[in-house]
Nanobody, 118 residues
Framework: QVQLVESGGGLAQPGGSLKLSCTGSSSIGSIYRMGWYRQTPGKQREGVASVVTPDNINYADSVLGRFTISRLNANNTITLQMNNLQPEATSDYFC????????????WGQGTHVTVGS
């Protein structure tokens, strides 16, 4: 199974930007869906964005138009460009690999923390 490592978290000011990266220890080319999720203490983990192919991308309504997910199979990487960040985006962000459309085999990264504030 691939191992996923997230990076790019940190502190951003409201209205600012951050770019998260998730890199796999091996090829992600055969993995069905790659995605970003976030979780704050006391709340359920929620989906932020996920990608199968450039024509098959989903975004949470709360980030639509501000966040962009990209998948770079050649680099075993997905990224999440986050623009116009607001304080409610403060959270731990996790990368997820879902191996097939109907199966339950999945891998999660350890997460990276994003704080939006002044």
């Amino acid at each position: 199974q691939v191992q996923l490592v997230e990076s790019g978290g940190g502190l951003a000011q409201p209205g600012g930007s951050l770019k998260l990266s998730c890199t796999g220890s091996s090829s992600i080319g055969s993995i069905y869906r790659m995605g970003w999720y976030r979780q704050t203490p006391g709340k359920q983990r929620e989906g932020v964005a996920s990608v199968v192919t450039p024509d098959n991308i989903n975004y949470a309504d709360s980030v639509l138009g501000r966040f962009t997910i990209s998948r770079l199979n050649a680099n075993n990487t997905i990224t999440l460009q986050m623009n116009n960040l607001q304080p409610e985006a403060t959270s731990d962000y996790f990368c997820r690999a879902r191996y097939s459309r109907l199966g339950t085999n999945e891998v999660w990264g350890q997460g990276t923390h994003v704080t939006v504030g002044s």
